[in-house]
């Protein structure tokens, strides 16, 4: 089996047509194996993906490998997402994209901003069907005003509800307020900024007013 030169459009078929991913991938070169599948390219790997609400978002990473058979794309660490339109940004080590299933998802420590709003956890999966991006452990979230710990948490894109679940732990600035739950729900509003709530679910709070002024 020789390695043939082709373009990622040739090899991955339905990379144009993905929703999840839909990305336009550029590379110096790449070795494709016909018979197995396997790909090896060459970077530096950059990547466009247009979209409607926010504008072009742009990827880059050192290098990739791949199969074209089980349309999959490996992208080598570090890799970078920036997202100008929502002033969105991610920092992310091994990931891979999966074109069949559309999914794009890493196992390894991230960290992502979204305008506002700081986002880290080890490993993350983003589901195009269901427009969610899954933080599976160690879900951190920091915010000029509060800010958020829990075992996972997870986003709906389209609908913007935010969920975070297992020793959950909110702290706000305002009068040191640390409220503890099983779950918090919370939606994602237009500053990137995330507000939760516990509707039915059982919360503590603590609360550290300030010392009382001397009287005069």
Not at 73 to 78: F, N, R, S, T, V
Not at 123 to 133: C, K, N, R
Not at 182 to 201: C, D, H, I, K, W
Request: charged content about 20%.
């Amino acid at each position: 089996d020789q390695p043939r030169s082709r373009g990622l459009g040739d090899v991955y078929k339905r990379q144009e047509r993905s929703g999840a991913v839909g990305l336009k991938l550029a590379l110096s070169s790449a070795d494709w194996f016909p018979t197995t599948g396997q790909m090896i390219g060459r970077g530096p790997v950059r990547g466009e993906r247009r979209l409607a609400a926010s504008g072009l978002q742009t990827l880059s990473a050192p290098s990739l490998t791949g199969n074209s058979l089980l349309q999959l794309i490996d992208l080598q660490a570090p890799v970078q997402v920036l997202d100008p339109g929502r002033k969105g940004r991610l920092d992310a080590s091994h990931t891979r994209l999966d074109l069949a299933r559309e999914r794009i998802s890493s196992a390894y420590p991230f960290t992502a901003v979204l305008d506002q709003s700081r986002l880290s956890g080890t490993g993350f999966e983003a589901i195009g069907p269901s427009h969610t991006l899954m933080v599976p452990l160690n879900c951190r979230l920091n915010q000029p005003a509060d800010s958020l710990v829990a075992n996972s948490c997870s986003w709906n894109w389209q609908t913007n509800k935010i969920e975070a679940l297992g020793a959950v732990e909110l702290r706000r600035k305002a009068l040191a307020q640390v409220t503890s739950a099983q779950r918090l729900q919370g939606v994602l509003n237009e500053q990137g900024m995330a507000v939760f709530s516990s509707p039915g679910a059982r919360v503590e709070t603590r609360v550290t007013l300030p010392p009382r002024a001397p009287s005069g």
